[in-house]
C-alpha cells in the first residue's frame, strides 16, 4: 500500500514562491513514476509536473515556461514542487499522484494513469 500525503500551501501575492511537499510511505518508491497535479474549482485536474523515481527525470507542462521545478529530497521519499514567480492562475488544490510505471510509458499528464493519490494542499495566489 501506497500513501501519500501533501503539505507547504498557503497563500503568496503574485510573483511569490511556495514549496509543496509529497510525503511517500509505504511499499518501495522503486520503479514510480510521481506527478504534481491541480484542480481549480469545476475545471478538470490539470498535470504540472512528475519526476521518474529510477532516473530523478522530471516532465512538466509547457504553460509553466520554466517557473516550476520538481525534485525529490535527500531520503528519496519526498518530492517537492518549487513553484516561483506564482500568478493567480495558479491558484488551485495541488495533489500528488504515484503508480509503478515509467513516467514515459504511463503517458504521465493523465491523471487516470494513477492508482495513488494524496489529499491535495490549497494554494492561493493574489494579485
Known amino acids: 500500500q501506497v500513501r501519500l500525503q501533501e503539505s507547504g500551501g498557503g497563500s503568496a501575492q503574485a510573483g511569490g514562491s511556495l514549496r509543496l511537499a509529497c510525503e511517500i510511505s509505504?511499499?518501495?518508491?522503486?520503479?514510480?513514476?510521481v506527478a504534481w497535479f491541480r484542480k481549480n474549482g469545476g475545471m478538470e485536474r490539470e498535470a504540472v509536473a512528475a519526476l521518474y523515481t529510477p532516473s530523478g527525470n522530471t516532465y512538466y507542462r509547457d504553460f509553466l515556461e520554466g517557473r516550476f521545478t520538481v525534485s525529490q529530497g535527500n531520503a528519496k521519499r519526498t518530492l517537492y514542487l518549487h513553484m516561483n514567480n506564482l500568478k493567480p492562475e495558479d491558484t488551485a488544490v495541488y495533489y500528488c499522484g504515484a503508480d509503478y510505471l515509467s513516467c514515459a510509458n504511463l503517458g504521465w499528464s493523465r491523471p487516470g494513469g494513477y492508482n495513488y493519490w494524496g489529499q491535495g494542499t490549497q494554494v492561493t495566489v493574489s494579485s
Open positions: 509505504g511499499n518501495t518508491l522503486n520503479g514510480m513514476c
